[in-house]
């Protein structure tokens, strides 16, 4: 009997905003080492894809670290320097211990840290350096709004993005990917990358793969796949355009064992495209008095107001209170939000339902959107603020596995407005959210919704009509505004000179 395949698997997530002014630290992410990163098998996420091909395959999978954190401000670098000390101590050990026949990790692509730009290109460039692994094979999966570097396409043979957006399809990537790793060694023969940065960003509400670019990108990337069988892997990276890096924004890279010729001008003709749809990725917004004003006039219901600048998906802290504010102005009754707010929440710590507390809700983790809101609100459940997860095809799930945690929770009604306060901020990526504290969703008149695209998979099977509105905060789609250090140019819009189609 041949002994089986030894692969490597470790896991590195974090989506960095640069503009806000927390820094993420050791205890907001979740890790995993050794055991409990296969146990992962079973719960949604990437890892959990490849542990599927892994079984398949018969392959021994040694486990080294997943460090896992939401998206939030800049990481502290000794973080990243734990991470990979961890990892390199395991790489080592599996080296001299029997030996590898390829590495697979589950990335996100759009980490920063305090002092290093590129982490995932750090890491993979620390992987080559390492004896023994100068041409080991060197596969994963990773996020389509990373922003990805020449350095993760230099020391990788197959990276292999989401293709869509919200990321349903994130555990099928790493499936995708882990089976590429198995084709390779099974053939004897290693792809390679090469990548190219568009002179274009969008806002993450660009970004959704059912419009207009994205669509249009994603269509040509599988004609390239069809046409040319030694492109394995033709992927369409929106990028993440609140990390302040100089390779921010759209990009495309490629995993081929053909012609360098050939996957230099499938890289040409995607850029080609981007650069020509680039308007299309800026999409418009409504008024937030107009939205509530029309809602208002709509029969029926849910309808939801969609708050990009306070997106906790992609990195805001999740208590801005436009959205809570319009609904009071308005006096929208039987109508949801969900804010982040630990204070708030301490609040109300021993209310019994039916008690009138004054709350200062919100409006406290970001300098430039709306500050908190000064209200009386009538107690109405608390929690553990735990919930399973109803939808494993879930971004959410993806990244964090099957149950999630908001910490400490409370459901407080004020004016009509019914107000989920959590410890801990979560993305509106799962009904479960809500379902879980007592809150019907599918009942409601009006929801706030703190996302850009990722929130569609789970709201608009239910939802009547949405309204993605303007406000203050953090994830604002005016990128152009950022104040950008690093960023490299002219990239449209953020420079006038910027390439025209």
Request: aromatic content about 6%.
């Amino acid at each position: 009997m041949p002994q089986p395949r030894r692969i490597l698997l470790g896991s590195l997530f974090h989506e960095t905003h640069s503009f806000v002014d927390e820094v993420t630290g050791l205890a907001d992410f979740t890790i995993r080492t050794g055991e409990e990163l296969l146990r992962r098998r079973g719960d949604g996420s990437t890892v959990d894809g490849f542990l599927e091909v892994a079984e398949a395959e018969g392959w021994q999978v040694v486990p080294t670290v997943d460090y896992t954190a939401l998206p939030a401000g800049t990481v502290d670098h000794a973080v990243f320097e734990r991470f990979l000390s961890e990892f390199d101590a395991g790489l080592k050990a599996a080296l001299s211990s029997g030996g590898l026949d390829g590495i697979w990790l589950a990335l996100h692509g759009a980490m920063v840290t305090t002092a290093c730009p590129d982490p995932e290109g750090a890491l993979l460039a620390r992987i080559r350096s390492v004896p023994d692994c100068e041409t080991l094979p060197v596969f994963g999966v990773f996020d389509l709004h990373a922003n990805f570097t020449a350095a993760m396409a230099q020391h990788a043979n197959a990276l292999v993005a989401y293709r869509e957006n919200p990321h349903t399809d994130a555990r099928e990537s790493a499936v995708r990917s882990a089976r590429l790793l198995a084709q390779a060694l099974k053939e004897g023969v290693l792809p390679r990358m090469l990548s190219c940065n568009a002179p274009v960003m969008w806002p993450p509400t660009g970004t959704g793969t059912a419009d207009r670019p994205m669509r249009d990108l994603e269509a040509l990337a599988r004609l390239i796949e069809q046409q040319n069988p030694a492109i394995l892997v033709a992927n369409v990276i929106g990028g993440y355009s609140f990390s302040d890096v100089a390779e921010a924004g759209v990009a495309f890279s490629v995993a081929f064992t053909g012609s360098e010729a050939e996957a230099r001008d499938a890289l040409a003709q995607l850029t080609e495209t981007a650069v020509a749809l680039r308007d299309h990725g800026l999409p418009a917004e409504w008024d937030i008095d107009d939205a509530v004003a029309e809602i208002l006039r709509s029969p029926g219901g849910p309808y939801l107001v969609v708050e990009p600048a306070d997106n906790i998906g992609g990195g805001a802290p999740g208590d801005g209170t436009s959205v809570l504010r319009a609904f009071l102005r308005h006096r929208v009754e039987n109508c949801a939000v969900a804010i982040a707010d630990p204070a708030a929440v301490a609040t109300m710590t021993g209310a019994k339902p039916g008690e009138t507390r004054k709350l200062s809700i919100g409006g406290k983790g970001s300098a430039v959107a709306e500050g908190p809101v000064e209200i009386e609100a009538r107690f109405v459940s608390a929690s553990d603020g735990e919930f399973a997860l109803e939808d494993l095809n879930s971004h959410l799930a993806a990244s964090q596995g099957s149950r999630f945690s908001m910490g400490l929770s409370v459901v407080v009604e004020a004016r009509g407005v019914t107000i989920l306060l959590t410890s801990r901020k979560t993305p509106p990526f799962d009904l479960g959210q809500f379902r879980s504290q007592g809150i019907h969703p599918e009942m409601l008149k009006a929801i706030g919704v703190k996302a850009a695209v990722a929130h569609r998979r789970a709201y608009d099977k239910i939802a009547k009509g949405s309204f993605t509105v303007t406000t203050p905060g953090p994830c604002t789609s005016k990128i152009a505004g950022l104040p950008y250090t690093r960023l490299r140019g002219p990239v449209f819009p953020i420079h006038a000179d910027a390439p025209h189609r």
